[in-house]
């Protein structure tokens, strides 16, 4: 039986981005090819909303004490697994709409592996640099080109059967009880968040033995490349 | 390294294995504290009352979805502890336990009796279902992790610290959730960080798990 692993993603989780080498790690390991697809969350419905200077201080903000807490902790906890790593993540100065990035990584899944996974690896790098407004359409046409997705006919992409296709997506998405990144995905069965990995694995493996317990425990392997 | 507890949510109970394992490769001294509530979903609305809400349905099946993944993790966190779903929800009210662990403290417990209450406590909450919102609940716990209750009364009605008080003081510290961990004043919260405590804990020896 073919394996098949569903991965969902979203270009401005900083756990997402952690989590992605690790993930990417899983195809080498049990020889599958992991379905990405874009999860866009609305921070802002769910967190409030808040926007930083360049300075990092806080212009507006409808956060509530809870809110600063829980999100403040978010970033410190995926920059410390970020920083053993050698990855940049710097916090993000505004909540940002990255709905855009997503049908590009939709576009980009149409080109073939190479481009999706050169797309994905340097969006999500780029972003965490902040090198990139993914609110801009032609940061997106850019990184798509750049990743080596041939673009002609993406920007009527971009405003049509793509933006149509992503939001309806993200409807369905979450009424298949998926709501946050990552999220993995086998035989109908959803992992949420990278602490989940083994059992994603034991999963992959046939479920022999008890179910492992949640961990941040990857070792990655030196074959696997860096973001 | 301090840890927090909240006797009323399964997570803390999950901890105690990976817990022990780590106890078990590596010297520690462990200080336990309780927590008498976590800060949870703090999902809201963060509009003023009266104004319409563009993302109402957005919020509703996001709110829907979240109760399935909860649900379905609550399933598989009784699967790992050997007890069904419906012992799983249950809702506790940790204030007695996290007084006898406030006592085990008092009574300068060693690690193995703090490991024995807490079990102790977790098993009889939530896998014999017993009384453990009363004074005679937490003696029978502490009688069930053979730790002695002579002392406990007077304890209970002139000694014992204001646990709303503590709670209040944890929050403002920063910690929210439980099981949490904090090692030379970094917060983790989460079981799922104990490979990076360890390794942290042996000196940053070796690749860290990440």
Redesign the interface.
């Known amino acids: 039986m073919t394996l098949r692993l569903e991965v969902y993603i979203d270009f401005k989780s900083p756990y997402a981005f952690i989590a992605k080498d690790a993930t990417y790690q899983l195809e080498q390991e049990f020889g599958l090819e992991i379905d990405w697809y874009p999860l866009t969350l609305n921070i802002g419905s769910y967190l409030g909303t808040a926007k930083k200077d360049n300075s990092g201080k806080v212009t507006e903000s409808s956060r509530s004490p809870r809110q600063w807490l829980a999100v403040k902790y978010a970033y410190k906890d995926a920059r410390r697994y970020a920083e053993l790593r050698g990855l940049t993540l710097k916090g993000t100065q505004k909540i940002w709409d990255s709905s855009l990035s997503a049908i590009g990584l939709l576009w980009a899944k149409r080109e073939g592996r190479v481009c999706l996974k050169a797309y994905i690896d340097d969006t999500y790098d780029r972003f965490w640099k902040r090198e990139l407004d993914i609110e801009d359409p032609h940061v997106i046409v850019e990184q798509l080109h750049a990743s080596g997705c041939d673009v002609k006919g993406f920007e009527e992409f971009l405003n049509g059967e793509g933006r149509d296709s992503h939001d309806r997506l993200q409807g369905e998405i979450l009424d298949r009880g998926y709501y946050g990144v990552p999220t993995y995905v086998i035989d109908g069965e959803s992992y949420f968040g990278r602490q989940h990995l083994p059992r994603v694995r034991w999963h992959l493996e046939g479920k022999v033995g008890a179910l492992p317990d949640i961990a941040y425990d990857v070792i990655l392997s030196e074959s696997t490349p860096a973001s | 390294m301090t840890i927090y507890v909240n006797f009323s949510e399964l997570p803390s109970w999950?901890m105690l294995?990976?817990l022990k394992r780590l106890c078990s490769e590596v010297r520690v001294e462990l200080a336990w504290k309780p927590m008498l509530s976590s800060?949870g979903n703090?999902?809201?609305s963060?509009l003023k009352p009266g104004v319409d809400d563009p993302?109402e349905i957005?919020?509703a099946?996001?709110a829907?979805?979240?109760h399935?993944?909860a649900k379905?993790e609550n399933e598989?966190m009784c699967?790992?502890l050997g007890i069904d779903p419906a012992q799983g929800e249950k809702k506790i009210n940790p204030f007695y336990l996290s007084l006898g662990m406030v006592w085990l403290t008092n009574q300068g417990a060693e690690l193995q009796q703090y490991f024995n209450y807490v079990e102790a406590a977790f098993s009889k909450a939530f896998r014999d279902g017993a009384d453990v919102e009363s004074v005679f609940g937490l003696k029978v716990v502490l009688k069930e992790s053979e730790f002695r209750t002579a002392g406990l009364d007077y304890f209970l009605a002139n000694e014992a610290p204001d646990l709303d008080a503590a709670q209040e003081k944890i929050?403002e510290s920063?910690v929210?959730n439980s099981p949490a961990f904090v090692i030379a004043d970094?917060?983790?919260?989460?079981?799922?960080?104990?490979?990076?405590i360890q390794w942290m804990l042996k000196r940053n020896r070796g690749?860290?798990?990440?």
Do not use: C, Q, T, W
């Open positions: 999950l294995a990976s800060l703090v999902a809201g963060n993302l957005y919020k099946r996001r829907d979805a979240r399935k993944a379905r598989r699967e790992r929050m920063g929210f970094e917060i983790f919260h989460g079981r799922e960080h104990l490979p990076l690749i860290p798990p990440v």
